[in-house]
């Protein structure tokens, strides 16, 4: 059965290149950010893991834990890493990356088919779905899922944006609108009466009759 937002994701036991460990106990009281891809020594992956690996000021700042996943195995990935700091400018990629070299990972979080194998001498295009970004939250649900194809780099900018709109939307009991950034205004949901949102939001517009905007909280 696929997984769906608000799911719990499975606690499964991974094997990394910085050691072995529990889903739920890494991501910890912590946000996470499981992101896969297809193979080690690609072009388009390397570049992504290089971005993800600049970013981890903002990770931190954000109580943000990021994780790799690719069905190579560990020794694969600590060789890889070279690569992907120079991509980064120099920017170390302290992050862990999953050795599913089994594809339990893969196939628990739906990326790949059920009957789907690794086959001598493969390509990445054996693995092509395993391609998906998801975010977390600290209770181990399952809150955002992006999946692209493999001639497509993602964007870890909009990556960083859902994570805020969603760290956002958890604290202050909001929404987001479309194109959101930090410090615009944000969403009342439709099931708060005028009278709750007066009390929690205070002065607020509204739009519409179901499209009412506010400062975020504090």
């Not at 092509?128 to 999946?147: Q, S």
Request: proline letters at 6%.
């Amino acid at each position: 059965m696929s997984l769906r937002i608000n799911d719990t994701i499975p606690d499964l036991t991974v094997e990394t290149d910085q050691g072995t460990f529990s889903l739920h106990e890494w991501i910890g009281d912590s946000w996470a950010i499981l992101f896969s891809h297809p193979k080690d020594f690609t072009p388009v992956c390397t570049t992504e893991f290089g971005a993800v690996a600049q970013l981890a000021p903002e990770w931190e700042k954000r109580k943000t834990k990021v994780l790799g996943i690719s069905v190579d195995s560990a020794a694969d990935h600590v060789k890889w890493k070279s690569d992907i700091e120079v991509v980064s400018q120099g920017a170390k990629a302290g992050f862990p990356i999953v050795a599913d070299t089994n594809l339990e990972l893969s196939k628990a979080f739906d990326m790949l088919p059920a009957e789907a194998y690794l086959p001598d001498g493969r390509t990445p295009n054996d693995t092509a779905t395993v391609r998906a970004v998801f975010i977390v939250a600290p209770d181990k649900t399952l809150k955002l899922m992006m999946t692209y194809p493999m001639n497509v780099g993602r964007n870890f900018a909009e990556v960083l944006r859902a994570l805020d709109g969603l760290q956002t939307a958890a604290a202050h009991g909001v929404a987001t609108p479309a194109n959101w950034q930090v410090g615009d205004d944000v969403v009342i949901p439709a099931t708060v009466s005028e009278e709750d949102a007066a009390t929690r939001f205070g002065q607020y517009q509204t739009v519409l009759p179901y499209l009412r905007m506010t400062k975020v909280p504090g």
